[in-house]
């Protein structure tokens, strides 16, 4: 039989081996928050199918790669991350069963990377009375963000950036007199036209020709001819997916060619596909660095991504997954080997420049410090489509000094 100080020794190594990996010190749990012994539950609602899936699934893939890298290096204070995602077609009313299912039936820690303003503010209606955060919310409205909600925190950059930096760069780079206006009738496409409506009169013009069309339009073509009509010398254009086609698909049979400005996610090489060779000029804005480029973190990030998901192509979608993925996991470290979700808020809020190495640095904030509190990054970087790909035109572009 071992000697008593010989068994001691023999426990304390071993449980110095566990704490060296990366183990629990001891066997918290905290079910109804989603933290296990040996797991951390986390979920999102995404549009895996309908017209917008190719930007729900890339996110997810995106996800899902960054936490297989954490899962693979010993997880977070020694526990995996169990990711689970339901699809919401990109409707509010999906996206709030499905927070139900997430936070009454799975009992996630929180939710991340959830897209688009509408069905993140339907399902954080239901889930901020549960108190559970969502992280990485992945919408550019600025409605999303403004006023600071106490338990969303906003990705990427805002439209109040995006659509002020287009029109800046069609009035003083491309010396453009008469500047059109195409967008989506809601809480997402609505606001980007008064921003270009405030922005124009600060250069002292104003929207020669806007047109709106209803979320998932199967028709734009009266709207298409009336810009064309106005003769624009540039069309800005909040439309995703199928309804952006549809845009450049009427232009091409009225034989216009216009120089455009896409929302944000256009930059996609799923939308480049659906696209094809369209005569049209297209200017878009990156909340990242280029992915054709020379970040070692998005070269490595994506070596990662094709070997899980070979049948998917590389894009800024994803790196928009990584992102909320990368602040998600950083939050969780500094939340330490007990969290919970009050734990993770206050992590959250203590994020000060966090580098998530593929863009700008990641600030969030106490809801009180200001208006983009709840927005971690607000520069764009603008870019090009040459040759079937986006070329990056400078540096990032950000007015905003928090």
Known sequence: MPHP????????????????????????????EGVLTKEIVLGSSQPMSGTLAYMGKAVDEGIRTYFDMVNEQGGIHGRKIKFITYDDELKPAKSVANAKLLVERDNVLAMIGNIGHATNMSAYEYSSTRKVPTIGA????????????????????????ETAAYIDYAVNTLKAKKIAMLYQNDGWGKPAYDIAVKQLDKHGLKVVEAQSFERFATDITSQVFK???????????????????????????????????????????????LLGKSPAKLYVASYYDA?????????????RYTKLYPKSAPSSTALMGYSAAAVTVEALKRAGSEPDRAKLVAAMDGLNGFDQKIGPKITFQPVGAGP?????QTGIALMELKDQKFAPLGGYIDPVKR
Do not use: C, M
Request: glycine share 8%.
């Open 5 to 32: 100080t010989t068994r001691r020794t023999l426990l304390a190594a071993a449980s110095a081996l566990l704490f060296a990996a990366g183990a629990p010190a001891f066997a918290y749990e905290n079910k109804a």
């Open 138 to 161: 992945l919408s550019i409205s600025d409605l999303t963000s403004s006023p600071p909600r106490d338990l969303l925190y906003v990705l990427p950059s805002p439209q109040s950036t």
């Open 227 to 273: 810009l064309k009509q106005a003769e624009p010398d540039v069309v800005v254009v909040y439309a995703l997916g199928q309804e952006a086609v549809l845009f450049f698909r009427g232009a091409e049979k009225l034989g216009w060619k216009p120089t455009v400005f896409g929302a944000g996610g256009l930059n996609d090489p799923k939308f480049v596909e």
């Open 291 to 303: 992915v054709e480029g020379d970040n070692p973190a998005i070269k490595d990030f994506f070596t």
């Open 372 to 376: 983009y509190s709840r927005r971690g």
